[in-house]
């Protein structure tokens, strides 16, 4: 039976290491499904722990917002968090532990230890302008899964560089860990949820939600048999050339198994961008696919 049998009533917000490390060997016979998010609850989230609830004895959703992933000090400080909500959420969509830990304890200020990234690819596409954002968000995965150690891993698809560098860590660290992935929910305008945008202006807002219509017509245009990557990123360049409170920082064309950039699209590939809008950067992306659904 994979859904826990009233061994605990209700979600316990539990902010020490060692006691969540207890009360999970408690139970150690039963799967444990983690849901590892940073900062605001959104619906990507939601579905995630709700997948993690129908597979799993015990479900771990962590909460950890760490100055270390990000650029600087102000973005750090910025970044929204509802700890209270997002307890509620948690909640109602069936975790048994929400896991805020300490800062300090979890981090072991003194701490000379992380993950290295050696492929290239860490410093690319949304990587641009950050070289160790990867390797930081590694380095915090890699302590949950020795603090919670989940049979099952859930996460969406909404970072396809992130879903890549996982892959390869549990596989080659030897976790014995599924990682389950799951499609990225999108807005009405078919962009990725970001709770960020909250920091736009409306008219930036209204800028960058013209994003959904630019990528709309760049799969109709690999749809009818442009396959140039170069001709497809100039049509979106031109397009983003009349959002002029947004301010490219890159388009690229690559496939969809290793991120590599292609100059020529066989069957399918990813158009990823990335954009300045205001205080913050947007990063998205659509596939391009031969048949539009």
């Known amino acids: 039976m994979k859904r826990r049998c009233c061994l605990v009533i209700n979600m316990e917000t539990i902010k020490d290491i060692k006691e969540l490390k207890r009360k999970l060997e408690r139970w150690s016979n039963g799967s444990v499904g983690l849901v590892h998010t940073r900062g605001p609850l959104n619906e990507g989230h939601i579905e995630m722990i709700k997948a993690a609830r129908k597979e799993n004895f015990f479900v771990v959703v962590s909460n950890i917002v760490l100055q270390r992933e990000f650029n600087d000090v102000k973005e750090y400080e910025l970044y929204p968090r509802y700890c209270a909500e997002d307890e509620r959420k948690?909640?109602?969509?069936?975790?048994?532990?929400?896991?805020v830990p300490e800062v300090?304890?979890?981090?072991?200020?003194?701490?000379?230890?992380?993950?290295?990234?050696?492929?290239?690819?860490?410093?690319?596409?949304?990587?641009?302008?950050?070289?160790?954002?990867?390797?930081?968000?590694?380095?915090?995965?890699?302590?949950?899964?020795?603090?919670?150690?989940?049979?099952n891993f859930y996460m969406c698809d909404e970072d396809l560089q992130q879903v890549y560098f996982i892959e390869r860590v549990l596989k080659q660290l030897h976790y014995d860990c599924n990682l389950k992935v799951l499609p990225a929910i999108r807005d009405e305008n078919q962009l990725l949820l970001d709770s960020r945008k909250e920091y736009l202006k409306q008219d930036e807002k209204n800028q960058v939600n013209r994003l959904g219509k630019i990528f709309a017509k760049a799969q109709t245009a690999y749809a009818k048999g442009m396959t140039s990557s170069r001709k497809i990123k100039w049509h979106v360049e031109n397009e983003l050339s009349d959002l002029y409170l947004c301010q490219l920082e890159f388009v690229e064309i690559v496939e969809p198994e290793r991120l590599r950039k292609i100059e020529t699209i066989i069957n399918e590939a990813i158009l990823m961008i990335g954009v300045k809008v205001g205080k913050i950067t947007i990063y998205d992306y659509v596939r391009l696919k031969k048949e539009i659904n």
């Open 90 to 99: 948690a909640t109602l969509s069936g975790a048994d532990f929400f896991f």
């Open 104 to 151: 300090e304890a979890f981090e072991c200020m003194d701490s000379v230890i992380g993950i290295k990234i050696k492929d290239h690819l860490k410093e690319e596409l949304n990587g641009q302008g950050r070289p160790h954002y990867y390797e930081e968000q590694l380095t915090t995965l890699v302590k949950l899964f020795n603090i919670v150690e989940p049979k």
